[in-house]
């Protein structure tokens, strides 16, 4: 089985500013690892993936991740944020001995503020 | 097209009430999830189809029964939920079961009275 952590609840920023929303996993077997965006009472948009390959990831709006086995992160990272990047981020983690069974962070609430 | 679109997008029924939630998808993906979302609540799973076969259902009481009628179109059907019932319930496929992402549909925004 495996889990996702997002150490975050929260994570306020000032627009222009960088901003890096952390997550770290637990597994046994080989992972594969996403970050979705959802807005306000909206569906989840994916950002990023990452499965195999290069440990670092770029996704849309400038968003990007890195892979780090040894410490089992995979923390999401953009330079600089616009007032349009408030949102829930979600961290998801799957396993090769639980295919279809994404298990989703907590959720990280960004807001940006001008 | 890459959406998942679902309908309706809002509704609100009574715990007697039948009633019948709808995912489409054209991408030709061959997996469909359904997924419940609370409020300041990550997704959680309740039944994943492949090749239009249920094969995993999380353990989700009999109140909800999911149909996957053809490779493109999933359904949820409702009856006599609660009104803990109430929440956003998201749909999504992926080419297959495996290591590959979800894309998700807008949702629907369930509330039971």
């Known amino acids: 089985a495996q889990s996702v952590t997002q150490l975050d609840s929260q994570v306020p920023v000032f627009e222009e500013a960088p901003v890096e929303l952390r997550c770290n996993y637990s597994?046994?077997?080989?992972?594969?690892l996403f970050w979705y965006v959802q807005y306000p009472n909206q569906g989840l948009q994916l950002l990023l993936k990452?499965?195999?390959?290069?440990?670092l990831v770029k996704g849309i709006n400038g968003f990007e991740a890195e892979f780090n086995k040894s410490q089992t992160s995979f923390h999401l990272r953009k330079p600089s944020v616009h007032i349009s990047d408030t949102a829930e981020y979600f961290c998801?983690?799957?396993?090769?001995?639980?295919?279809?069974?994404?298990?989703f962070g907590a959720g990280t609430q960004v807001v940006v503020t001008p | 097209d890459t959406e998942v679109t679902q309908t309706p997008k809002h509704l609100v029924m009574g715990m007697t009430n039948k009633k019948s939630l709808k995912c489409e998808q054209h991408?030709?993906?061959?997996?469909m999830y359904w997924y419940k979302q609370k409020a300041k609540k990550p997704p959680e799973l309740m039944f994943v189809?492949?090749?239009?076969?249920?094969?995993i259902n999380e353990s989700v009481p009999s109140r909800f029964s999911p149909e996957c009628p053809n490779s493109s179109l999933l359904n949820l059907h409702l009856h006599a939920l609660q009104p803990e019932d109430s929440a956003l319930y998201l749909c999504?496929?992926?080419?297959?079961?495996?290591?590959?992402?979800?894309?998700f549909g807008q949702g629907t925004r369930l509330t039971v009275v």
């Open positions: 991408m030709g993906h061959r997996a």
């Open positions: 189809y492949s090749y239009e076969k249920l094969s």
């Open positions: 998801a983690v799957g396993t090769t001995d639980s295919w279809g069974k994404f298990q």
């Open positions: 597994s046994s077997v080989s992972v594969y």
């Open positions: 990452y499965l195999s390959g290069s440990t």
């Open positions: 999504a496929s992926s080419p297959m079961v495996g290591n590959t992402e979800a894309f």
